[in-house]
């Protein structure tokens, strides 16, 4: 990777120092008036999605708008990804990414464009394909903020990396497009941008974590092995029903016991598949866990702790050595993603400043998992990186959810359908502002 000597001061500059104005009215009445032809691709992106490494149709509509935009267009980038870049005199190079895939959930908001798409999982199972997770909404906004920033040329100087990124919901998009060369093929970014829809906030609602925002994610099976028999004569067997249910029960003192109340953490098991009848004790039983941490210390120190919770459990059941459970932590995770504190504050506060401190506000981290995080972490030295969330839900949907009367669906749901219109608008004029600010013209 080529060495820069940008400095951290000098990379918020821009911030620190108020930087090229800009007029949020303006910003803001750009995209307003781009609504009609943006909701047009939404609805299209929405009824059409594409499980993940399968985004061919998805990075064309966004390869089409970048192209038009005066944007040079690569496709292909980490099999399915496209970057788009334009470069606009000297100046930090800023990437945006918008990921692109869709999930294996059947789509049931009542939409009149509600995805009709089919397709089969990565675990091999036929469904509905939906835009559950707002990717559709992401997409759209990094049309509109392309779009915006190429009008707006004699406003910034630098360089804009604009990306599409694949496979997100599997965790591997990220490392697919920087293994792929991203950042040898194309520019390396100063900043790297994203923004995440929220169903937990308003409409518009703009906010972000400084420092760990989203969680390490790591899938771990556990083959409990044991000696079956006859469920009348339980004395002749090693029951592997029992020895998971123990391992189950000792797993939470993990979490309760073994880390900081102040370190969240967290242990679940997802997964208990044994047996075939009423009276026959198996002979092995599987679990299957989601494991959520944020520092790598802390994933090492849960991961050290499974293995030794399952192993001691076996020995005290009197298992041998050969009946040891296997415990097998998948690869590759989605590792934690870090919002940069400084860079995060300075985003903030421009944004209070310009939009009101009414739409601005701090979140907590969150146990979720994003591998947005992999651009910063391939030069940690170099990159500042930033997501943020906007809000999606409408003002009542929030204030009912809070009486009780009414529960708001999650990320990932069948019925999440966010107030697309807001979502875009808030997410794309938070990223044209940003990277207005970021690369001003030379006084």
């Known amino acids: 990777m080529p060495v820069r000597t940008i400095g951290i001061f000098a990379l918020l500059a821009p911030f620190l120092m108020g930087g090229q104005p800009v007029h949020a009215k303006t910003v803001s ?12 691709i939404y609805r299209d992106l929405h009824a059409n999605p594409e499980l993940s490494f399968q985004e061919v149709r998805s990075a064309g509509v966004m390869a089409q708008a970048a192209r038009k935009a005066g944007f040079k267009v690569t496709r292909g980038v980490g099999k399915t990804g496209i970057v788009a870049v334009m470069r606009n005199g000297a100046g930090p190079t800023v990437l945006i990414r918008a990921d692109m895939d869709g999930l294996p959930v059947t789509e049931q908001t009542g939409l009149p464009f509600a995805s009709k798409r089919r397709g089969i999982s990565t675990a091999g199972v036929e469904s509905g394909i939906m835009h559950a997770c707002g990717h559709d909404t992401h997409m759209t906004a990094w049309i509109a903020a392309a779009r915006v920033l190429s009008d707006r040329r004699k406003e910034w100087s630098g360089t804009l990396v604009m990306i599409g990124q694949p496979a997100e919901e599997v965790g591997l998009g990220a490392r697919a497009m920087l293994a792929d060369g991203l950042f040898e093929r194309f520019p390396a970014p100063d900043y790297a941008l994203a923004f995440h829809d929220s169903p937990a906030m308003p409409s518009g609602m703009i ?25 009348a004569y339980p004395q002749a067997t090693k029951d592997p029903i029992v020895l998971a249910s123990a391992i189950v029960m000792k797993l939470q003192t993990l979490v309760s016991r073994e880390i900081s109340a102040h370190d969240p953490v967290v242990v679940t098991v997802g997964s208990f598949h044994s047996g075939t009848k009423h009276n026959i004790i198996p002979a092995s039983a599987k679990l299957e866990l989601t494991v959520r941490s944020y520092s790598d210390g802390t994933r090492r120190k849960l991961l050290d702790g499974i293995r030794r919770i399952a192993e001691g459990e076996a020995r005290t059941a009197g298992l041998a050595e050969e ?14 993603t870090y919002n940069s504190p400084d860079f995060t504050s300075a985003f903030m506060a421009d944004l209070r400043s310009s939009l009101g401190e009414e739409r601005v506000t701090l979140s907590k981290p969150a146990m979720g998992g994003e591998d947005f995080g992999e651009y910063r972490r391939a030069d940690e030295d170099n990159i500042r990186s930033l997501i943020f969330w906007v809000g999606g839900s409408s003002p009542a949907d929030i204030a009912a959810a809070k009486r009780g009367d009414k529960e708001l669906p999650s990320l990932h749901s069948p019925f999440w359908a966010p107030e697309a219109d807001k979502v875009v608008a808030a ?17």
């Open 323 to 336: 009946l040891l459970p296997v415990v097998t932590v998948k690869e590759p995770y989605t590792r934690a």
């Open 29 to 40: 009445d750009a995209i307003e008036a781009d609504m009609p032809g943006l909701m047009e």
């Open 427 to 443: 997410g794309a004029e938070a990223l044209v502002r940003t990277a207005l600010r970021l690369m001003p013209i030379s006084q």
């Open 207 to 231: 906010s972000a974590a400084p420092g760990w925002a989203l969680a390490n994610v790591d899938s771990v099976d556990i083959e409990v092995k044991g000696v079956g028999g006859h469920g």
